[in-house]
């Protein structure tokens, strides 16, 4: 079992930076593939970054590929996305999510916890 408590949105400019963390509970947090997804009013929750266990493979939607970096902590539970040179479409709720698969999976089925999500406003 594993609990997800994400951190770090907030109201912001285009083009300013945020980072958020996502602090997990559970021994074997260091097993999971993590994900990074995002939901706009009116829109599917999509995938925008994923990094396996070891942090070898990660896993960016284009539409953020050079602006957002994930990065994990396995010492300290905790993952992180970093997002740079915000944008407008770039506002939703982000829940961090944990996978068993132990590579970078893309399908929501496939991830079995979520966190309550935290919400960032991007002005322009």
């Known amino acids: 079992q594993v609990q997800l408590v994400e951190s770090g949105g907030g109201l912001v400019q285009a083009g300013d930076s945020l980072r958020l963390s996502c602090a997990a509970s559970?021994?074997?947090?260091?097993?999971?593939?993590m994900g990074w997804f995002r939901q706009a009013p009116g829109r599917e929750r999509e995938l925008v970054s994923a990094i396996t266990w070891t942090g070898t493979n990660t896993y960016y939607a284009d539409s953020v590929k050079g602006r957002f970096t994930i990065s994990r902590d396995n010492a300290k539970n905790t993952v992180y996305l970093q997002m740079n040179s915000l944008k407008p479409e770039d506002a939703a709720v982000y829940y961090c999510?944990?996978?068993?698969?132990?590579?970078?999976?893309?399908?929501?089925?496939?991830?079995?916890?979520w966190g309550q999500g935290t919400r960032v406003t991007v002005s322009s």
């Open positions: 559970g021994r074997t947090f260091a097993r999971y593939t």
């Open positions: 999510a944990a996978s068993t698969v132990s590579s970078v999976t893309y399908a929501l089925p496939e991830y079995s916890y």
